[in-house]
């Protein structure tokens, strides 16, 4: 069996670990990108959002969603981490080259990024509905609904395909990771020709290539995570597409609208890229020696 599986493996734990540690700020800019409306409940802020919510929802308000959000991230860097190695490895034999070329680290990111929207994005829509669900602690006889039961839901109530509804931000925000990947691994080997990288350099390079590609794209992250919400069906508050969700935010919030929440989602994607490649790199070890003592990977000194 190739690397593929372990790196995967390797990215699933690496994701949840990112994820458990960044999520409070996942919860505060996902409910800053879809508020709308201004009120006396309304968030002026980062820090005025983790006040409320704490006053409001408790400790437990932070993490909303957080089952479905660590199930979707082992499963979307699982599955990323899987195709991005497929391919860079169908690179590697083509060229007889190890490290890929800048167009090949893109097309790697891309196909890795496209195959992993289409399977997870039903993990994130559900996630994105739990994490804006607002509970107040007084009000005790609310259950706040499971994953599985919040996808019964949106079934129920907006069919299938609902479970796709923001996949067309999600398919343009492949440029994200392509970005992101593009950028660590230039930078990866720009570092290597000198020296051995070690977990710090895995963190810091995370975090530039991570903070530049959240930069470039967060008009469509917000847009996304809009879109992926039950959509009114009031004209106004309704994105009947990417275009006419861009003119519709900056019509209604100007053009500042459109990176709401940002300072929230920079600090969150930078440290979860950071404990991801960090995290990801340092389990990779584990994952090669647990495969081998499943029996679905040979050793190294069996296989010379």
């Given at each position: ?7 995967a493996?390797a990215?699933a ?5 990112s994820?458990?540690v960044t999520?409070p ?6 409910r800053l ?7 006396s409940t309304?968030?002026?802020g ?6 409320k919510?704490?006053s409001a929802e408790g400790?437990?308000?932070?993490f909303s969603?957080l089952?479905s959000a660590?199930?979707?991230?082992a ?11 497929a391919v860079?490895?169908?690179f590697e034999?083509a060229?007889?080259r190890k490290?890929m070329s ?5 097309v ?5 990024g ?8 039903p993990?994130w829509v559900v ?9 107040n602690t007084a009000e ?7 994953t599985?039961?919040a996808f019964a839901e ?8 609902a479970?796709?509804q923001?996949?067309?931000p999600?398919?343009?925000l492949?440029i994200?990771?392509i970005?992101?990947?593009?950028a660590?691994?230039?930078?990866k080997n720009?570092v290597e020709r000198?020296?051995k990288l070690?977990?710090l350099d895995?963190?810091?390079l995370g ?8 930069s ?6 917000l847009?996304?995570?809009?879109m992926?919400l ?10 009947d597409?990417?275009v006419d969700?861009l003119r519709?935010?900056v019509?209604?919030?100007g053009?500042?609208g ?5 300072e929230?989602?920079?600090?969150q994607s930078?440290l979860t890229?950071s404990?991801?490649?960090m995290?990801?790199?340092a389990?990779?070890s ?6 081998i ?8 000194a069996s296989?010379?």
């Open positions: 069996m190739s690397d593929n599986v372990a790196h493996l990215g734990g690496g994701g949840m670990i994820m458990a999520y700020l996942i919860t505060v800019n996902t990108q879809v508020q709308r409306k201004k009120d309304s968030y002026t980062n820090m005025d959002a983790i006040r919510i704490l400790i437990a308000g932070l969603g089952e660590l199930f979707g991230a499963v979307t860097n699982g599955v990323y981490y899987y195709f991005f190695e860079k490895a169908a034999r060229s007889k490290n800048t167009v090949e680290s893109m790697s990111g891309a196909v890795a496209a195959m992993t929207c289409i399977i997870t994005n993990i996630n994105t509905r739990l994490t804006v669900k607002q509970k005790k006889e609310e259950e706040t609904p499971t599985v039961q949106i079934i129920k109530e907006d069919g299938v395909l479970l796709w923001g996949i067309i999600a398919l343009i492949v994200n990771p970005i992101q990947y593009t660590f691994e230039q930078l720009r000198f020296r070690g977990s895995f963190f810091v975090a530039i290539s991570k903070l530049a590609a959240t470039i794209t967060y008009p469509y992250i847009l996304k995570s809009r992926q039950k959509q009114s069906k009031n004209e106004g508050e309704r994105y597409s990417l969700g519709k935010v019509a209604q919030e053009v500042a459109l990176y709401k929440g940002i929230s989602k920079l600090l930078v890229a404990f991801l490649f995290s990801k790199e389990l990779f584990y994952a090669v020696k647990l495969l003592l499943l029996g679905a990977r040979r050793s190294l296989a010379k």
